[in-house]
C-alpha cells in the first residue's frame, strides 16, 4: 500500500491540473493520493472523476494558512465538509487577501525588474489560490530567474525586501473549524525552517490539546533529527504521524510517493473523520 497524503494541483501553486495530479499518482504506482490545495476545495470534484477512473483512493484535504504569533502555520486537513460555513468563510478571506498581497508584491519587484501583475495572471489557473510559486513562474517565463527555486532562494525569500504577508486566521482557531467541519487537523511540515520561522515544540502541545490530531513527520523538508523528534511528540501527545511528498508538478523537485503514510494511519485519520467520505474507487 502506498499512500500519499499532500500533493498540490493548478487548484492553487501545483502544474499539474487535479485530473491530472491523480492519473500521475496512478503512474507512480500509488494505492491512496490526498489532494491538499493552498486554502482551497476547488479541485476536488475533477480529482474524484480521475480517481474513479484510473483506480485510486483520493482523499479530499486542503493545506490552510494559518499563524500562530505571528508565525506561518501549514495545516493539512483531511476529509472535511466543503461546505461547512466558518471554514468556507476563513478560506474565502485568505485567498482573497492573498491576491492583494500577490499585487502588493508584484508592484514592488516591479520597480526593479521588468515584471507586471498582468504577467504573473498568465500563470495562475481558474479559481486558482494564488501564491508566491505564480510569481516565479512569471519571473522565469520573462528570463528574470532560471527556476522557481532561484525566485524563492532571492526575491520571494521570507527575508527578502519585496516579501509581505498575506491574512491567515490563528492556527488554533483553524483547528477548531476543521473539526467542526468533521475533518481532521495535521500540521504540515513543522520543521521545515527554511522557510522562515518555525512554532516551539509548546505550539504544538496546544493545538493537540484543541483538537491537533496528527503531524507531518515524513517530509523532504526535514533532517533525520526533525523525524525523530517529531515521532517522539507524536507519540507523547497521542497524534498519528504521517509522511508525504507535498508533490507541486514540475515546479518543485518533490516527486509523488517520495515519503508514504502507513495504512494503520491512514485509518485512523479516517476513523477521525466525519466530513465526507475518501473517494474509493
Ligand atoms: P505562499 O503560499 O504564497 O506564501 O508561497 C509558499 C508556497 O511556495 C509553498 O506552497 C511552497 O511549497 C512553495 N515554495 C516554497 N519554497 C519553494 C521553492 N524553493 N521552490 C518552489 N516552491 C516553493
Ligand atoms: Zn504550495
Ligand atoms: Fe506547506
Ligand atoms: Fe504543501
Not at 23 to 50: I, P, Q, S
Not at 182 to 191: D, E, I, K, S, T
Request: contains cysteine.
Amino acid at each position: 500500500m502506498a499512500i500519499d497524503l499532500h500533493v498540490h494541483s493548478t487548484a492553487s501553486d501545483g502544474t499539474d491540473a487535479p485530473g491530472d495530479v491523480v492519473r500521475a499518482a496512478a503512474v507512480a504506482g500509488l494505492d491512496t493520493v490526498a489532494l491538499t490545495d493552498h486554502d482551497t476545495t476547488a479541485g476536488w470534484a475533477e480529482a474524484a472523476a480521475a480517481a474513479r477512473e484510473v483506480g485510486v483512493a483520493l482523499v479530499p484535504g486542503a493545506e490552510i494558512s494559518c499563524r500562530s504569533n505571528g508565525i506561518g502555520v501549514h495545516m493539512l486537513s483531511y476529509l472535511h465538509d466543503p461546505e461547512h460555513p466558518a471554514l468556507l468563510a476563513e478560506l474565502a478571506l485568505t485567498r482573497d487577501d492573498r491576491v492583494d498581497r500577490a499585487r502588493r508584491m508584484v508592484r514592488h519587484i516591479g520597480a526593479d525588474y521588468d515584471l507586471l501583475w498582468e504577467h504573473v495572471l498568465e500563470h495562475v489557473g481558474d479559481d486558482a489560490t494564488v501564491g508566491r510559486p505564480h510569481i516565479a513562474d512569471a519571473m522565469v517565463a520573462r528570463g528574470l530567474v532560471a527556476s522557481r527555486d532561484e525566485a524563492f532562494a532571492t526575491v520571494l525569500h521570507s527575508g527578502s525586501r519585496y516579501y509581505r504577508p498575506h491574512h491567515a486566521p490563528e492556527a488554533a482557531v483553524v483547528v477548531r473549524a476543521i473539526r467542526d467541519a468533521g475533518g481532521v487537523p495535521v500540521m504540515a511540515h513543522p520543521r521545515a525552517g527554511h522557510r522562515g520561522r518555525l512554532v516551539p515544540d509548546r505550539v504544538i502541545e496546544r493545538l493537540a490539546a484543541v483538537g491537533l490530531g496528527g503531524l507531518e513527520v515524513d517530509h523532504r523538508d526535514h533532517d533525520p533529527a526533525d523525524r525523530e523528534a517529531l515521532r517522539g511528540m507524536a507519540r507523547e501527545l497521542g497524534l498519528v504521524m504521517t509522511g508525504s511528498s507535498d508533490y507541486h508538478g514540475a515546479g518543485k523537485l518533490n516527486r509523488l510517493g517520495e515519503f508514504t503514510t502507513s495504512p494503520a494511519a491512514l485509518a485512523e485519520i479516517v476513523d477521525q473523520a466525519t466530513g465526507t467520505e475518501v473517494v474509493r474507487p
